[in-house]
């Protein structure tokens, strides 16, 4: 196929293509066989086609010139250590999404069209210049019709369109990357990376999807005085528009409008840090793009959050293993976060190594007093190993280490004296003490039985399933078959025994678990390791019995 079939706008492969010469990215455009897209100057210029040391910061302005899905494609890859190096992760993460904005009547125009209404029947009045702007969207203050003040989020006119076709352009670069062996990504397949970050823009260009984040929230932190979320007006929001409530604050990154104000600063960053903390370690769910820009303070020492856009999220597996990552650095326990890293299974070989250069990084804060550890520094080298050993870091996991980074950031700018271990102490000894509390283990084990129990009823019928379809494999091997459906009988019959092993094994862990919990003691033992190893004890002689039972009637 040819590239005028392949492509649909050569009119936006050729910038790309003058754009990475511009940058002295000639020896590229060679390798991939595109230096015919060149005018004849160009090509003439040999001194541009030598490869040259991979250069972080010209990429970076690569994608800055090119803009639009490029950007979006540089912050991805700022997130992604398994993929660029640590230098690279750091140069894209200076890209700046500001564009100018687009006209006030096209605007105009993408609400009305959204809202299926005048913007006079909405709205009593619209700022016509945008407060703020990106690549995606830009962002209108307006008043509703019962008073309120918003902030309109409008999708940039054909930006779906535009960012369709750079992602098209997208992939016939990984194309061709592929089909010369071109190794960029630590040896991952680029277009496997294109096609999650084309996932990754879908997600982004639906405000539907970012209200739902709000929304999510605004629950979750509705009782936390100190902190405000905005509320989503759902009438007026669509895919490409988005009504929120206007938040009137002071942007954090305005360091002198701070400083000249009544705000006691210290309180504002501690409230701020305990709050993504607890969207971390409490709910899982936490803003993963906590910059100056997208915090406010407001009146009384408040603290809000807006744009939601990004979000780490955490299941209830990796939100334990992170924290106890976090645990291991607070509490300068480097065998803690070694085995965290072995137990998440993230190390596919050489882990003997791993562990040794992982304890080297560790190791040095274990001889300092906490309010020397700077953790940038420590998750800085972190994540410089995890590229050198080709670690595929679960994306949750690296949002909440660069979420850190830059609360770590914006809190020395503020105070210099600010320390992330310490100042998370007393929050983590908290979800230490609720791990080991009876309520939380109860909960754990209520959470095991009800899996148990699906196992359990599921477990014959699917057996019996798979067994079925294997009789319908060949119909010529009716005696296996025959024996087969004796043996989906004899599993049948042994289910409940597999259940009752489960349970038992249950009991017996979270009683031993509870050995520690000594408000309440029989026989100075805890009360709760009793009754669950008594309760382990019958059910064994419950079993025992059963086989007996069965054994003798088959002797008979």
Known sequence: MSIVQEIKDLGRLDHIINVLFKYEFGHF??????????????????????????????????????????IKLAQLLSVRPDLVSKEYMDEFSKLQDNVPGFPFLEAKKIVESEL??????????????????????????????????????????????????????MVFFAKKLEQHNYNILNGTSPLTIINEFKKWTEKEMDFEQEAANTEIFHNNLSKDKNVAIPIVYRDYSTKKVLTLEYIDGIELHDIEKVKKSNINIRKVIVDGFNCILKQVFV???????PHPGNILILDKNRIAFVDFGIVGNLNDELKEQVSNLFIGIVNNDSGRIVETFLDM?????????????????????????????????????????????KVKMPVGLVLFGKTMLTLEGIALKYNPNFKITVQSRHFLEKIIRQRKSPKEIINKIKEHSIKLKDFAVSFPEKTSMLLGGVKNVDMGLKYIDRDIRNLATEMDRSSNRVTFGLIITALIIASTIMMSYDQITILNIS???????????LLIIFVLISMIREKKFKVR
């Open 29 to 70: 455009i060679e390798k991939l066989r595109l230096k015919d897209r060149l005018s004849l100057h160009q090509r003439l210029q040999k001194d541009k086609f030598v490869e040259k040391p991979s250069d972080a910061y010209k990429l970076r302005k690569v994608f800055e010139e090119l803009g639009g899905a490029f």
């Open 116 to 169: 299926k209404k005048p913007l006079k029947e909405v709205f009593d009045d619209f700022d016509e210049e945008p407060i703020a702007s990106a690549s995606i969207a830009q962002v209108h203050k307006a008043k509703l019709n019962n008073g309120k003040a918003v902030a309109v989020k409008i999708q940039r006119p054909n930006i779906k369109e535009m960012m369709e076709r750079d992602i098209d352009l």
């Open 283 to 289: 709910y899982g769910f936490f803003h993963a793009d």
């Open 345 to 389: 299974g993230l190390v596919k070989s050489d882990a003997d190594i791993f562990r040794m250069e992982l304890e080297n990084i560790i190791k040095p804060i274990q001889g300092s007093e906490l309010k020397d550890v700077i953790i940038s520094e420590v998750l800085d080298d972190v994540i410089c190993l995890a590229h050198k050993y």
């Open 527 to 537: 009360a709760f390791s009793v009754i669950g190893f008594s309760m382990a004890g």
